[in-house]
Structure formats: structure tokens, C-alpha cells
């Protein structure tokens, strides 16, 4: 590594050493900063390029199984993995599962890279918007969007790290690739000024193009940073802002609410982009939650109301991760719309299993789907808002936020006030399941540890219940050394020193 370095520095001073002339011609192919960012077009483009990178962190390509929802729902007590012996390229996400950290994980690593990829290309708009003269409103709204999406990575990673390094601005030498690490306060402390940043200078929801932030989506996003900070009062009062916008609404259907045709609804507060076809856009989540291994005939049947072509569908021999687990099936009340809206059922091998159904809408193409991925719901700031309001004891003002969440499920008000924290949180599970907020929840409460000692040993207790196949179980190592975040990056720590 150190002879590498020593070849590039030596590298860097023979080329400045050249003509200027040569140095000053720009490139026909790639374009860098300095040719690049001129035009209001220029930022606009980049700032699209930089949502691309969500779309690495909550898809499921096969290279990476990368998606999301194995650190915020398989980690958790929500979801598991039907264990495939004949299969064990799944060793990395089965350990997410069990509660096994690795420096070296793909999944891991994975999603910390992506959200500093956003971060990079977010610094490297604001670096040098303000250099470009262009229309001030366009300008804003742009620079809005970048500081949400640098909040929104940050958000993630200390979220699920702890302590990362803080870059706020372009790197531009070999020197600058590599911070020390930053103290979760001043991440945090980062993180509200951003999301403060973009809720000045982003438009609402009625005003914004569908897809990208709102200024709703960044109060929305404050509102989440001060519950993890237990800070309630200004909880409560930037998710009040949102409610009090009029921008949004329940849709009286839960399970419209993922539906395709619906995407950016009345009640989406973000939501990650994708577009079934052939362009590089599409979604493929749902065929990682699949009942398998599953034969080719049983994905037809499973697909069969679903308009994908039979001679597209294929056999699916590899492992199947968030599964719903016996936990949260149990954890519905009767009657509760959203069980049914949330969780099918599907034949695989022979054997009937749950998988998540809400993310399972009609396409052409095997393994190609629209399905956008939900980040920030208005059920979940109604549900923030009555948690914020019961924690500082308001807890009538609080029923009327929870019961709205509770009505569209088609459940009775609650009108006691006892035990409320946990009718919340109970709340929170079933309505948000499988959109990555468990365990993320587990952490802030407090309970991490205590709900996963238990899980873990309902699972050891009886396997098969949680997808085992006859003889087989769980790891010894499983559910042993419960921690609240993940390891930073093996490939990571390699090349910084303050790791």
C-alpha cells in the first residue's frame, strides 16, 4: 500500500510538471468539476445523480443482496431467512439475522459506501452552486435537496455505526479521503443543521416535483432525529408543522398505499424511485422475500394474479430473507386490515410460508419491478407525534393522532391512556412493518438488548417455527453478543488510520 501511495504522489508531480497547455485541454469524455458545474442544467443533473446511489441501498441486486431491510428488519424480531442447506452463499446475510457482526460484510459495507457516495456528490453541489448564476428559486430548491440527502446518509450512518467520519466539503487531495472519526453528537448536531438547511429552501409537497424532498420531508426528518434524541418538545413541534401543512392525508386504503400506480401519494413523505423496464431503474426487493427455494411452477402460481409472463418466470434455488416471523404475525390485533394487506402466504418445495405481501404488485418481467420503497410515511409522523406528545405527558392530545392511524386499519379507538408508550410503539410495529423501522426502534426505546435476548431464544427453542428444516438451527454464536450498532468496514479500516 505504501509503495501505491508513494507511485501516486510520484504520478501527481510528474504530470504537473507538464506543459500548461496540456494540463488546460479539457477532456471530450469526462467531464470534472471545473468543466462540468456551469449551468443551472449541470446542477440539476447532479443533483439527480445524487439520489441514484438509494436506490444501491434498498434494492436487492444479486451481486450484493444489498437492500436495506436486512439491517433495519432482519435484524430485529420482525423478519428471518428459511434456511437453505444446499445453498451457502448466504452466510453474510444469515449473520445479520443471528445477530453475528463482520467488519467484512458486503451488506454493511454496502450501505455505508452508498451513503457516502450521496454525501460526496451533495458536498460537491454545494461546494460550488453559489459560483453559478442562475435562477434564485431553482437555485434554493436544489440546494434544499442536497442538504436533505446529505442529512438523510448521515441519518444512516450514525444511526447504524455510531461514530463516523464528518465530510463536509469535496475531497480533493489524498490527505482529505480520510477524517477521524466525529462524536455521534456532532453528527447529530450536523445532521439538524442540514435538515434545518433543507426545510428553509425546499419547496412543499404541492409545489415539488414527485419524487424528490419536500420541505415536509425534511421536518419529517427532524422530527425523527429529535425522537432518537429524546428531545420530544421539538419533536413535537416540527411534526406538528407537517401535520398543520395540508399537504398530507391517510389514504383510506392501506394497502394502496404501496401500490405502484399510486407511488408518491398523499400520504408519502420520500420514497425511493424506481421504474420497471429495461433503462437500469427497476426494482427487484420482493424476489429476495419470496418463499424458497421455489420451483418454477410454484412461482407461477404464486404470480399468477401478478401479469408476469410464464415464460419469464424461473426457479428460484437460493435462500428467501424477511420472512415475516411468527412474532409479528402474532402481533396484529384481530381484525387488523394491514396483516392481511401486509403478509401472503406462498408454497415453496411443497411447504406453506409467509412472505411479504405489500411489496408484491403486478409486472411484466421476472424479477423486474415498480415498486418504490418507502422512507418516510405520514402514518409514521402521526405515530412520532403521539409518542412525542404521551413522553411529555400529554397523553389524550396523544390518542388523537394514534386513533387516526388506528381507524384507517379498521381497529377500535383506544381511549386509555395506560401502558400507552407500549400501544404506540405496538403501533408503530405493525404499521411500519417491513419498512426497515424495527430495529431502529428497539435501539431508541432502549429495549434492544432485552427484546433480542428473548427472540433469540424463542428462536433456538424451536427452529422449525422460525424456518429451520428438520436437524438444522441456529449457530452457537447466534444471539450471543447483542450490539447496537454495526462494525465499521473492514475494507474501511484498511486504508484510514483512525479507525
Given at each position: 500500500?505504501?509503495?501505491?501511495?508513494?507511485?501516486?504522489?510520484?504520478?501527481?508531480?510528474?504530470?504537473?510538471?507538464?506543459?500548461?497547455?496540456?494540463?488546460?485541454?479539457?477532456?471530450?469524455?469526462?467531464?470534472?468539476?471545473?468543466?462540468?458545474?456551469?449551468?443551472?442544467?449541470?446542477?440539476?443533473?447532479?443533483?439527480?445523480?445524487?439520489?441514484?446511489?438509494?436506490?444501491?441501498?434498498?434494492?436487492?441486486?444479486?451481486?450484493?443482496?444489498?437492500?436495506?431491510?436486512?439491517?433495519?428488519?432482519?435484524?430485529?424480531?420482525?423478519?428471518?431467512?428459511?434456511?437453505?442447506?444446499?445453498?451457502?452463499?448466504t452466510i453474510d446475510q444469515e449473520q445479520i439475522g443471528d445477530f453475528i457482526y463482520d467488519a467484512a460484510s458486503a451488506i454493511s459495507t454496502n450501505k455505508y459506501t452508498s451513503n457516502y457516495?450521496?454525501?460526496?456528490r451533495a458536498n460537491q453541489i454545494l461546494a460550488l452552486i453559489d459560483g453559478v448564476d442562475f435562477d434564485a428559486a431553482v437555485k434554493s430548491n436544489l440546494k434544499g435537496q442536497a442538504y436533505f440527502l446529505r442529512a438523510l446518509s448521515y441519518l444512516d450512518l450514525v444511526q447504524y455505526y455510531g461514530k463516523v467520519p464528518l465530510h463536509l466539503t469535496p475531497v480533493t487531495t489524498l490527505g482529505e479521503t480520510y477524517l477521524p472519526l466525529s462524536s455521534v453528537d456532532s453528527v447529530y448536531d450536523q445532521i439538524i443543521a442540514d435538515a434545518s438547511q433543507a426545510a428553509s429552501l425546499l419547496p412543499a409537497k404541492s409545489a415539488q416535483e414527485a419524487g424528490r424532498a419536500t420541505s415536509g420531508a425534511a421536518k419529517t426528518l427532524l422530527g425523527n432525529v429529535y425522537?432518537?434524541?429524546?428531545?420530544?418538545?421539538?419533536?413535537?413541534?416540527?411534526?406538528?408543522?407537517?401535520?398543520?401543512?395540508?399537504?398530507?392525508?391517510?389514504?383510506?386504503?392501506?394497502?394502496?398505499?404501496?401500490?405502484?400506480?399510486?407511488?408518491?401519494?398523499?400520504?408519502?413523505?420520500?420514497?425511493?424511485?424506481?421504474?420497471?423496464?429495461?433503462?437500469?431503474?427497476?426494482?427487484?426487493?420482493?424476489?429476495?422475500?419470496?418463499p424458497q427455494p421455489i420451483s418454477a411452477a410454484e412461482v407461477t402460481t404464486l404470480m399468477g394474479d401478478y401479469g408476469v409472463a410464464p415464460s419469464n418466470i424461473q426457479a428460484i434455488s437460493v435462500e428467501a430473507f424477511n420472512v415475516p416471523a411468527p412474532d409479528i404475525i402474532a402481533a396484529y390485533e384481530p381484525g387488523d386490515i394491514r396483516k392481511t394487506a401486509s403478509i401472503g402466504y406462498g408454497v415453496a418445495g411443497g411447504k406453506t410460508y409467509p412472505f411479504v405481501l405489500k411489496y408484491l404488485h403486478p409486472h411484466l418481467n421476472f424479477g423486474n419491478t415498480n415498486d418504490n420503497w418507502p422512507v418516510y410515511r405520514y402514518a409514521e409522523v402521526l405515530l412520532s407525534l403521539a409518542e412525542a406528545l404521551n413522553e411529555q405527558g400529554k397523553s389524550s392530545e396523544a390518542l388523537t393522532y394514534l386513533n387516526l392511524v388506528r381507524e384507517r386499519a379498521g381497529l377500535e379507538d383506544i381511549s386509555?391512556?395506560?401502558?400507552?408508550?407500549?400501544?404506540?410503539?405496538?403501533?408503530?410495529?405493525?404499521?411500519?412493518?417491513?419498512?426497515?423501522?424495527?430495529?431502529?426502534?428497539?435501539?431508541?426505546?432502549?429495549?434492544?438488548?432485552?427484546?433480542?435476548?428473548?427472540?433469540?431464544?424463542?428462536?433456538?427453542?424451536?427452529?422449525?417455527?422460525?424456518?429451520?428444516?428438520?436437524?438444522?438451527?441456529?449457530?452457537a454464536a447466534a444471539f450471543t453478543n447483542i450490539q447496537l450498532t454495526f462494525p465499521l468496514p473492514a475494507s474501511e479500516a484498511l486504508l484510514s488510520p483512525y479507525f
Open positions: 500500500m505504501k509503495h501505491k501511495i508513494i507511485f501516486a504522489a510520484l504520478l501527481i508531480t510528474s504530470i504537473s510538471s507538464c506543459k500548461k497547455d496540456f494540463l488546460d485541454v479539457p477532456s471530450e469524455t469526462n467531464l470534472t468539476s471545473a468543466t462540468f458545474f456551469k449551468t443551472q442544467a449541470d446542477f440539476e443533473k447532479a443533483v439527480s445523480g445524487a439520489y441514484a446511489p438509494l436506490r444501491a441501498v434498498y434494492n436487492n441486486p444479486a451481486a450484493n443482496n444489498s437492500s436495506a431491510f436486512f439491517m433495519g428488519e432482519m435484524h430485529s424480531d420482525n423478519t428471518r431467512y428459511i434456511l437453505n442447506p444446499n445453498f451457502r452463499a457516495l450521496i454525501i460526496a425522537m432518537v434524541l429524546k428531545d420530544y418538545s421539538s419533536a413535537e413541534s416540527v411534526l406538528k408543522e407537517v401535520v398543520s401543512s395540508g399537504d398530507y392525508s391517510l389514504l383510506s386504503d392501506y394497502a394502496s398505499v404501496f401500490d405502484p400506480a399510486n407511488k408518491n401519494n398523499s400520504e408519502s413523505v420520500f420514497e425511493v424511485q424506481f421504474l420497471e423496464g429495461s433503462e437500469g431503474y427497476a426494482s427487484n426487493f420482493i424476489y429476495a422475500m419470496l386509555s391512556t395506560e401502558d400507552l408508550q407500549d400501544v404506540i410503539m405496538n403501533e408503530r410495529r405493525v404499521e411500519l412493518a417491513f419498512e426497515n423501522k424495527r430495529w431502529l426502534d428497539l435501539v431508541r426505546t432502549g429495549k434492544a438488548v432485552e427484546v433480542i435476548t428473548a427472540y433469540g431464544q424463542r428462536v433456538k427453542a424451536d427452529p422449525a417455527a422460525y424456518y429451520y428444516p428438520a436437524g438444522f438451527a441456529p449457530v
